[in-house]
């Protein structure tokens, strides 16, 4: 039996604690309202830790954007990979209405990367991620439909009323046929 390092176990949850904060002061405030210190403050722990676990606020929005990508993963990623039309929307729909806070924390993070290049291998994780779980038979395939999911989660969280599972299950049914690379001519080479 493998004795576990209690400091770096309380570390590892102080990190995630910090990420996690970080992620709701963006989901409250934008990332113009991420410091160490609204951070800390969020967190509730001492002003000085976000700045020794991440000396810089690149640092913590980078840390922040590969925690929401593998918590992402983990959540939404085998649904949209793997789902049936009808759990996709369902997905969908929540990550636009009761979830959107988060979604719109996330979309700003990401977005974030287009103008601050160190930010960007963090975003493109979760590119990464999807294939990797995916394991499509056609990867151009499957990224066209990951941007395509990108859109309506982007025009969902842009609408006066949140479109419902009901909605996007014929665009998501759609999609899927491309997803699979189903009904598709073979590309040539």
Same mark, same amino acid.
């Given at each position: 039996?493998?004795?576990?390092?209690?400091?770096?176990?309380?570390?590892?949850?102080?990190?995630?604690?910090?990420?996690? !904060? +970080? =992620?709701?002061?963006?989901?409250? /405030?934008?990332?113009?309202? &991420?410091? *160490?210190?609204?951070?800390?403050?969020? $967190?509730?722990?001492?002003?000085?830790?976000?700045?020794?676990?991440?000396?810089?606020?690149?640092?913590?929005?980078? !840390? +922040? =954007?590969?925690?929401?990508?593998? /918590?992402?993963?983990?959540? &939404?990623? *085998?649904?949209?990979?793997?789902?049936? $039309?009808?759990?996709?929307?369902?997905?969908?729909?929540?990550?636009?209405?009761?979830?959107?806070?988060?979604?719109? !924390?996330?979309?700003?993070?990401?977005?974030?990367?287009?103008?601050?290049?160190?930010?960007?291998?963090a975003a493109r994780r979760w590119l990464d991620l999807a294939v990797?779980?995916?394991?499509?038979?056609?990867?151009?395939?499957?990224?066209?439909?990951? !941007?395509?999911?990108?859109?309506?989660?982007?025009?969902?969280?842009?609408?006066?009323?949140?479109?419902?599972?009901?909605?996007?299950?014929?665009?998501?049914?759609?999609?899927?046929?491309?997803?699979?690379?189903?009904?598709?001519?073979?590309?040539?080479?």
């Amino acid at each position: 039996m493998q004795k576990v390092d209690g400091r770096k176990a309380r570390g590892e949850k102080k990190r995630r604690a910090i990420v996690e !904060a +970080t =992620l709701r002061v963006i989901e409250r /405030e934008g990332v113009a309202g &991420v410091t *160490h210190r609204s951070v800390a403050r969020e $967190a509730g722990v001492p002003t000085t830790a976000p700045t020794y676990y991440y000396a810089t606020l690149d640092d913590l929005l980078i !840390a +922040t =954007l590969l925690w929401s990508a593998e /918590e992402l993963c983990d959540d &939404v990623l *085998h649904v949209v990979a793997h789902g049936s $039309a009808r759990e996709i929307a369902k997905c969908l729909a929540r990550a636009v209405d009761e979830n959107r806070g988060r979604t719109l !924390a996330e979309y700003e993070l990401y977005l974030l990367a287009g103008r601050r290049p160190e930010l960007k291998p963090a975003a493109r994780r979760w590119l990464d991620l999807a294939v990797e779980v995916a394991e499509p038979k056609d990867p151009v395939a499957f990224r066209a439909f990951l !941007a395509a999911v990108d859109g309506l989660l982007i025009q969902g969280l842009i609408a006066d009323v949140a479109p419902n599972e009901d909605e996007l299950e014929p665009i998501v049914s759609f999609l899927i046929c491309r997803r699979d690379d189903s009904g598709l001519p073979a590309r040539e080479q």
